[in-house]
């Protein structure tokens, strides 16, 4: 039961850390995005993010830091097997299916939904 709670209080920091930078910085949401995924690469490079994974599992590794969790891992990963050139596919192969859940399911909901201008 109690790790329920820190995946939640995890995810949720990473959440309220985001909010923040929206309410308090002229940072746009694209940038906010970026400075996220940058932050899960270089936080999984320097080794910590590993830890925070093992300690919080879906709490850290489900908001965007952990996507660039999953692009630095599936580099890693590919590098050890592949050598250098594992770089340049280990992280598309290690988020492949997230990529594509996401542009179908967007490209499905952009059908149900029909979106447009707001004016």
Known sequence: MLDYLWVFLVGGAICAIGQLL???????????????VVC???????GVYDE??????AGATVPIVGFGYSLAKGVREAVAASGFLGAL???????????????FLGYVIALVAKPGDKS
Do not use: N, S, Y
């Not at 929206?22 to 996220?36: E, G, M, N, Q, S």
């Not at 899960?40 to 320097?46: D, N």
């Not at 925070?52 to 599992?57: D, L, S």
């Open 22 to 36: 929206l309410d308090k910085t002229k940072l746009t949401p694209a940038r906010i995005l970026v400075l996220f």
């Open 40 to 46: 899960g690469v270089v936080l999984t490079a320097i």
């Open 52 to 57: 925070i994974v093992a300690f919080a599992g």
């Open 89 to 103: 596919g280990g992280g598309l192969r290690a988020t492949a299916v997230g990529v594509t859940a996401a542009v």
